[in-house]
Nanobody
Framework: QLQASGGGSVQAGGSLTLSCAVS????????MAWFRQAPGKGRDFVAA????????FYEDSVKGRFTISRDHAEDAVYLRMNNLRPEDTAVYYC???????????????????WGQGTLVTVSS
């Protein structure tokens, strides 16, 4: 199971760190990722990290502002979000998959494990 936390309300320019803990793990993730869903919109890719090598992937609008990282000891993945903008407002979901291929990383349908969402609200 994946458990996401860390959402909240901040003003534009502020920062938040989201956490996603893997509990009762019955699989070894190949990739862990964050997606987000803004009100009235679909679920979009934000960032991903390869569990073993640590290679990271980012959606263009968050490059330079967001940082994804993983902690093997804690069995967790984090998303540090800096310089937040109102358009970052969304419910953020963590996802994982044990067998995803690199070309499928940005696609939500490629992930078999999902956490509950955590709401991030950025006010101007």
């Amino acid at each position: 199971q994946l458990q996401a936390s860390g959402g909240g309300s901040v003003q534009a320019g502020g920062s938040l760190t989201l956490s996603c803990a893997v509990s009762g793990r019955t699989f070894s993730p190949r990739v862990m990722a964050w997606f987000r869903q803004a009100p009235g919109k679909g679920r979009d890719f934000v960032a991903a990290v390869k569990w073993r090598g640590g290679h990271t992937f980012y959606e263009d609008s968050v490059k330079g502002r967001f940082t994804i990282s993983r902690d093997h000891a804690e069995d967790a993945v984090y998303l540090r979000m800096n310089n937040l903008r109102p358009e970052d407002t969304a419910v953020y979901y963590c996802a994982a998959d044990p067998s995803i291929i690199q070309s499928s990383i940005p696609f939500q349908t490629a992930y078999n494990y999902w956490g509950q969402g955590t709401l991030v609200t950025v006010s101007s």
